[in-house]
């Protein structure tokens, strides 16, 4: 019950930021790319909640899902607004680990 309440909250929040003034430009489906990587450290829904909120700031990010019981992230990205290393230097910050 927690984790969805949590994603509904998680998702309303991300369209409001995405509605207002300043908002980035949509990103063309056609310069987007998708990348899964292996995380260490996620133990929990809010792990999962805190990486794709993160990921989800940056400019260049369509979407980003996290599971912890996989260990993976799987980010839908334009790479030339978001590179691979941006996505990878944002889960650091958070304290987990990426495994190349």
Do not use: F, N, W
């Amino acid at each position: 019950m927690r984790r969805a309440l949590l994603s509904i909250l998680l998702a309303l929040a991300a369209t409001a930021l995405a509605c207002g003034p300043g908002a980035p430009e949509p990103l063309a489906a056609s310069a987007l790319t998708t990348t899964e990587l292996r995380v260490e450290g996620m133990v929990c829904g809010s792990c999962e909640g805190a990486i794709t909120a993160e990921l989800q700031k940056l400019d260049g990010v369509d979407s980003a899902t996290a599971d912890h019981q996989a260990q993976r992230v799987t980010v839908r990205h334009d790479p030339s607004r978001a590179s691979v290393d941006a996505i990878i230097a944002a889960i650091d910050r958070l304290g987990y680990a990426v495994v190349r």
